[in-house]
């Protein structure tokens, strides 16, 4: 739906206008308390997107007589904007793709380089043990490779750029 800010309301794909009708402050199980404000359209009797639009079957309300409402935090959109600019931004790109070759890069070397298959005690103490000493040999084997290409100094993998034709 798309926002408008002067009239602090939302218009649905029918152009129907969604207003503000109450703010109500919300606890999370976690005891995080956030501020939501609701939306509800007047009628929407003659909207031939309801069925696609109105969600939900456990409402005492028959499904004739519904109007869709809609919660937003501005906090939580605020922050969505934020990381999403943050993700998108070439260090962010350059972050996400270093991510993804190294979590499944050590998980590769592991098992087929240091031939890790399964562990050989039992019990949390044990596993998180013989896990801790195959991250440190994991840790000396990479320093050693690092060491011997001369690559030091750096910790993150450069993005490739397209090249201009």
């Known amino acids: ?92 790109t350059q972050l996400r793709m270093n991510r993804s070759i190294q979590a499944e890069g050590s998980f590769a070397n592991v098992k087929e380089d240091m031939n890790f298959r399964r562990y050989l005690y039992r019990g949390k103490e044990n596993v998180l043990a013989q896990s801790i000493l195959l991250a440190i040999g994991y840790d000396i084997n990479k320093l050693h490779h690092k060491i011997a290409s001369e690559r030091t100094g750096t910790h993150l993998f450069e993005l490739k750029k397209p090249h201009n034709f």
């Open 1 to 92: 739906m798309d926002y408008d800010p002067e009239s602090d309301s939302y218009i649905c794909r029918h152009g129907k206008q969604l207003t503000a009708v109450s703010k109500r402050t919300q606890k999370t199980a976690t005891g995080y308390q956030r501020e939501v404000t609701i939306y509800e359209c007047n009628s929407c009797d003659s909207c031939p997107y309801k069925k696609d639009c109105i969600k939900g079957n456990n409402c005492k309300t028959a499904f004739e007589d519904r109007n869709k409402r809609l919660s937003v935090s501005r906090k939580m959109e605020e922050k969505r904007a934020e990381c999403l600019e943050r993700i998108t931004s070439d260090y962010g």
